[in-house]
């Protein structure tokens, strides 16, 4: 990401993806249910093209804007909407897109906090879910994203950020 941002939210690289980490996984801990996840070392960009899977994505304008996004494979968005609802999932349905755009929400809900440590004011965008078998998500510089790969049961996931200065 561009150096400017992080010193303009008073951080660096390092502290800002510990410091989100930590924030994705109190949420899949404490609000999805789920506390096997871990994260992996990102060794390709995998933002721009996804098979068979469900896309949340919460938007964020202010004295930063960007866009938080949640990548996951059909089966696994299975398992977390399940785990969400206390309930067995076996299927894609309207449940599946609303509880993947609340994990996107609360993710963004979360690193909000983030970007406004300076009494900036971020405002959030209500949630957007894309799923199906084959698509590409072009959302800003790649120069300007943070990106994590996680492993949850052998599957993996991703949650990136694309963060541009006003």
Same mark, same amino acid.
Request: net charge negative.
């Given at each position: 990401m561009d150096s400017a941002i992080y010193e303009k939210l008073g951080t660096t $690289? $390092? *502290?800002l993806i510990k410091q989100f980490h930590s924030d994705v996984q109190e949420i899949f801990t404490t609000m999805v249910?789920? /506390?096997d996840i871990m994260q992996l070392q990102l060794q390709v960009d995998p933002r721009t093209h996804f098979s068979?899977? *469900?896309?949340?994505? &919460?938007?964020?304008?202010?004295? %930063?804007?960007g866009l938080v996004c949640l990548h996951v494979p059909q089966s696994l968005a299975l398992v977390f909407t399940s785990c969400m609802l206390g309930m067995e999932v076996t $299927?894609?349905?309207?449940d599946v897109n609303d509880a993947l755009? /609340?994990?996107a929400n609360m993710i963004a809900g979360s690193f909000k906090h983030h970007l406004s440590k300076d009494g900036h004011e971020v405002k959030l965008s209500t949630p957007? *879910? &894309?799923t199906g078998k084959e698509y590409i998500i072009s959302s800003g510089s790649s120069a300007n994203s943070l990106t994590l790969l996680y492993d949850s049961n052998g599957?993996? %996931?991703?949650?990136?950020?694309v963060i541009e200065m006003d």
């Open positions: $690289e $390092e *502290v249910g789920v /506390e068979d899977c *469900v896309t949340a994505m &919460v938007g964020f304008a202010g004295l %930063f804007n $299927e894609h349905n309207e755009g /609340e994990i957007s *879910v &894309v599957e993996w %996931f991703i949650i990136s950020v």
